[in-house]
C-alpha cells in the first residue's frame, strides 16, 4: 500500500461512479498565505462517458481576505491518470514526483503554477490499512507526502507569488461517493513545533434513512513517533463536534490523550461545489489559514502529564462537507 500511495484507482470506462483526487497544499513560512491545487478524475455512476478531468486552484490571502478561485474542465481524452506509476496530466497541467506545472483559469480569474516539491517523509493513512482495499467505507484518503516542501511561482490574477520553502503535503483520495458530512483538518508543522504533522477528521455516513454516530480519527507524527488513534472503535469512541466554524475533537487510550480545536472565521473560506458520482452538489467550505491549537496529554501508572500544547495561528487546513446551504459562505467555483 505504501509503494502504491499515488497510483491511480480509477479504470478507464468503469461503469461504477467514481472521484479521485490528488491535491497539494502549503503555507507562506510566516504569513498567512497558502495555495491548494487538485487534479481530478470525476465520472458519474453509469454513465463513463461523461467523464472528465479537473483542475481547481485556490490561493488564500488572509491578510486582505481577497481570495482567489478557480476550476476548469477538461475532456477525458487529454487527461493522463497512470495506474502503475505516479503521473497525472489533465490538459496541459501535470503532475509527477517532485514537480507540477499547469493554468487554470476561470469566473475572470486565473492561477497558473511551476512548483517543485519535495521530502522524505512516510506516507501517512488517516484510516487503518485494510479499509483502503474494503467497500467501506466509500470515500478514501491519505497523505502521500507529509511536510512537503514546496518552491517556485505562482500566478494569480497576472501577479507572481514566490513560493520559498512553503510547507504543505501531497495528497491523495478517491471514492465511489463523497463522504455524506465531514470536517477535515491537517496541520503541516505548528508555529512552535515546525516538525509536527497532524491529520484529522470527524465524519457521519448515511446509511439508508439512518446516520452513524460520528467517526473521529486522527494520527500526529511528533518528535520521531507516530500517534495512530484511527482503528474503528477508537475512531467512533473518539468526540468530534463542528459547526459553522468551528470544530472540536477528542481522542484518548490507556497511554495518551489527544485534543485539540480548530477554527477560522467565515471570511477565511471559500466555497466549492463537489460533484457526487451517484448525482447531486455537495458544498466543501474550503480554508488553508485555520488557527489549531492541540494538548498532548501523556499518562503512565494512572498519571497524566503536563499538556504539551502545539498550536498555530494560521496553518491549519480545514475543510466541511456539507449538504446543506444555509452555511453563509460564497460559492466560488
Known amino acids: 500500500m505504501r509503494q502504491q500511495a499515488n497510483h491511480t484507482r480509477y479504470q478507464l470506462g468503469q461503469p461504477a461512479g467514481h472521484y479521485e483526487s490528488f491535491f497539494l497544499r502549503a503555507n507562506h513560512p510566516s504569513r498567512p498565505l497558502a495555495f491548494w491545487i487538485r487534479y481530478t478524475v470525476f465520472s458519474p455512476d453509469r454513465y463513463p462517458e461523461n467523464a472528465i478531468g479537473e483542475l481547481w486552484a485556490v490561493c488564500f490571502d488572509g491578510e486582505t481576505q481577497q481570495h482567489v478561485a478557480v476550476k476548469q474542465e477538461v475532456p477525458l481524452v487529454a487527461c493522463v491518470f497512470k495506474t502503475q506509476e505516479f503521473y497525472v496530466q489533465v490538459g496541459d497541467a501535470s503532475l509527477q514526483p517532485g514537480r507540477l506545472n499547469g493554468a487554470a483559469h476561470s469566473e ?6 511551476n512548483l517543485t516539491f519535495g521530502g ?12 483502503y482495499d ?3 467505507p ?7 507526502l507529509p511536510m512537503a516542501v514546496f518552491n517556485g511561482i505562482l500566478t494569480v490574477d497576472g501577479k507572481e507569488i514566490d513560493v520559498a520553502n512553503w510547507v504543505g503535503s ?5 471514492g465511489a461517493k463523497h463522504t455524506d458530512l465531514y470536517a477535515w483538518g491537517q496541520v503541516a508543522g505548528f508555529d512552535n513545533d515546525p516538525d509536527s504533522f497532524l491529520e484529522v477528521a470527524t465524519a457521519r455516513l448515511k446509511l439508508g434513512p439512518l446516520w452513524t454516530p460520528p467517526m473521529t480519527p486522527m494520527v500526529l507524527r511528533h518528535r520521531g513517533e507516530e500517534i495512530a488513534l484511527n482503528n474503528l472503535m477508537q475512531s467512533f469512541r473518539a468526540r468530534g463536534a463542528f459547526r459553522y466554524f468551528e470544530w472540536a475533537f477528542r481522542s484518548e487510550t490507556h497511554d495518551v490523550r489527544l485534543e485539540g480545536k480548530i477554527v477560522a472565521p467565515r471570511e477565511a473560506f471559500v466555497g466549492l461545489n463537489y460533484s457526487n458520482p451517484p448525482g447531486g452538489i455537495k458544498h466543501c467550505l474550503n480554508t ?3 488557527t489549531c491549537e492541540l494538548q498532548l ?3 503512565h501508572n494512572g498519571k497524566t502529564s503536563q499538556p504539551e500544547i502545539l498550536s498555530t495561528q494560521h496553518r491549519a487546513a480545514f475543510e466541511i462537507l456539507t449538504d446543506d446551504r444555509g452555511h453563509g459562505v460564497e460559492i466560488r467555483v
Open 108 to 113: 475572470g480569474h486565473s492561477i497558473s503554477w
Open 120 to 131: 522524505d517523509a512516510e506516507p501517512l493513512f488517516l484510516l487503518p490499512l485494510n479499509l
Open 134 to 136: 474494503a467497500s467501506l
Open 138 to 144: 466509500k470515500a478514501k484518503s491519505l497523505v502521500s
Open 170 to 174: 501531497q495528497n491523495h483520495n478517491w
Open 288 to 290: 488553508k489559514i485555520a
Open 297 to 299: 496529554i501523556r499518562k
